[in-house]
C-alpha cells in the first residue's frame, strides 16, 4: 500500500508561484509519481511525471515552461514549481503514484494510488 499527503494549493493572483509537495509512505515500491489535475466539469488532465529510476520527467504542452517537476528520494516527496500561473490553471491537483513498471505514466488509469487533492486557485 501506498499513501500520499499532498500540501501547497491555496489561493493566487495571476503571475504568482505556488509549490504543491506530495509525501508518500507505504511498503509497495512506486516507479513513479505523477501530478494530474481536474477542473470543474472536465476530466482529468495529465500535468507532469518523473521516473524513480533515472528521474526523467515529462510536462504537459499547457505547463512547460511553467512547471517543473523534481523529487527528493530521500525524504519520498515529489513537489510541482508552479510559476507565471494563470486563470486557466486553477483546478484541483492530485499526486499519483503508479507500481508496476509498464503503460504509460501519462494516463490516469494506468496509476494505483492517488492523494486527497489539493485546491489551486488562480484569480484573474
Known amino acids: 500500500q501506498v499513501q500520499l499527503v499532498e500540501s501547497g494549493g491555496g489561493l493566487v493572483q495571476a503571475g504568482a508561484s505556488l509549490r504543491l509537495s506530495c509525501a508518500a509512505s507505504?511498503?509497495?515500491?512506486?516507479?513513479?509519481m505523477g501530478w494530474f489535475r481536474q477542473a470543474p466539469g472536465k476530466e482529468r488532465e495529465f500535468v507532469s511525471a518523473?521516473?524513480?529510476?533515472?528521474?526523467?520527467?515529462y510536462h504537459a504542452d499547457s505547463v512547460k515552461g511553467r512547471f517543473t517537476i523534481s523529487r527528493d528520494n530521500a525524504k519520498n516527496t515529489v513537489y510541482l514549481q508552479m510559476n507565471s500561473l494563470k486563470a486557466e490553471d486553477t483546478a484541483v491537483y492530485y499526486c499519483?503514484?503508479?507500481?508496476?513498471?509498464?503503460?504509460?505514466?501519462?494516463?490516469?488509469?494506468?496509476?494505483?494510488?492517488w492523494g486527497q487533492g489539493t485546491q489551486v486557485t488562480v484569480s484573474s
Open positions: 507505504g511498503r509497495t515500491f512506486v516507479y513513479g
Open positions: 518523473i521516473r524513480r529510476s533515472d528521474s526523467s520527467t
Open positions: 499519483a503514484a503508479r507500481t508496476r513498471n509498464s503503460g504509460s505514466n501519462i494516463v490516469p488509469s494506468e496509476y494505483d494510488y
